[in-house]
Nanobody, 126 residues
Framework: QVQLVESGGGLVQAGGSLRLSCAFS????????MGWFRQATGKEREFVVA????????DYSDSVKGRFTISGDNAQNTVYLQMNSLNAEDAAVYSC???????????????????WGQGIQVTVSS
């Protein structure tokens, strides 16, 4: 099973910014929808954001809309998540996910995920 390689994350002060990266080894990168889920301690894993690499269409959760931006670099098979105005509610383990979708649909649900990254920690300090 192909895995996604995540990088970035770490400790950031409240109100600050952080960028996550997710590299995918597939030869058909543009045929996927990719995105991020997160899970805070004691909470259920939740959807954050996704992008379809063929159409460029995006899907944001209401909690991050206007603060987070997802983008894709097809030449490097990498998606990025720029996170601004971080707060304590954003602290979680963030996991990159990929779903095969050649039709341009940017939406992804937990049950749709084909490949998962290992997860990276984002910690927000006061």
């Amino acid at each position: 099973q192909v895995q996604l390689v995540e990088s970035g994350g770490g400790l950031v002060q409240a109100g600050g910014s952080l960028r996550l990266s997710c590299a995918f080894s597939t030869r058909t990168f543009s045929s996927y929808t990719m995105g991020w889920f997160r899970q805070a301690t004691g909470k259920e894993r939740e959807f954050v954001v996704a992008i379809n690499l063929r159409s460029g269409s995006t899907d944001y959760s209401d909690s991050v809309k206007g603060r987070f931006t997802i983008s894709g670099d097809n030449a490097q098979n990498t998606v990025y998540l720029q996170m601004n105005s971080l707060n304590a509610e954003d602290a979680a383990v963030y996991s990159c996910a990929a779903k095969f979708d050649p039709f341009g649909n940017p939406r992804i649900a937990l049950d749709d995920v084909h490949y998962w990254g290992q997860g990276i920690q984002v910690t927000v300090s006061s």
